[in-house]
């Protein structure tokens, strides 16, 4: 059975608002890649957050010269919900917890203020520590993962 037959849906979905229900034919879609743009600019604005992580493939992508605002993360939308799966990179020496804390806060914040939908769920995987490199060279160390 595919998942849009369990009722789930992709990242691929849009939103749907009525804004005023006495306006049948009225409505506002709002696309799941929008979500994601805004969550992707907030995320870069949050204090101990060296960037979002689309793992190997969103890697390959940017070292070509295409920067994907959206890498690292994915929406899912139920009517007028919202869950957000993000994948980021954290600075050497910013406390993760915090920094999850206050990018969590943000981003509920923003995306419901944005676009009045309300966020249900805000996921965050921690896939790798930015370290700064000598002589301008960064390096980012990937959390490995135990068996």
């Known amino acids: 059975m595919s998942e849009e037959k369990k009722g789930?849906?992709?990242?691929?979905?849009e939103a749907v608002i009525k804004p005023d229900p006495s306006k049948e034919g009225d409505s506002i879609r709002?696309?799941?890649?929008v979500?994601?743009?805004i969550t992707s600019i907030i995320s870069s604005d949050v204090p101990g957050?060296?960037?979002?992580?689309?793992?190997?493939?969103?890697?390959?992508?940017?070292?070509?010269?295409?920067?994907?605002?959206?890498?690292g993360i994915k929406v899912q939308v139920d009517e007028n919900k919202v869950s957000i799966d993000l994948s980021i990179i954290v600075e050497y020496g910013a406390v993760i917890v915090d920094t999850t804390d206050k990018l969590k806060k943000?981003?509920?914040s923003n995306v419901e203020k944005t676009t009045g939908l309300k966020v249900e769920a805000i996921n965050i995987n921690?896939?790798?520590?930015?370290?700064?490199?000598?002589e301008g060279e960064d390096e980012v160390k990937p959390v490995e993962e135990k068996e």
Do not use: N, Y
């Open 8 to 13: 789930k849906k992709t990242g691929t979905e």
């Open 30 to 33: 709002i696309s799941s890649e």
């Open 35 to 37: 979500i994601a743009v």
């Open 49 to 71: 957050v060296a960037g979002m992580s689309g793992g190997v493939v969103g890697g390959i992508a940017e070292r070509l010269g295409r920067k994907d605002m959206t890498k």
């Open 106 to 108: 943000e981003i509920r």
């Open 126 to 134: 921690v896939l790798g520590i930015h370290v700064p490199g000598e």
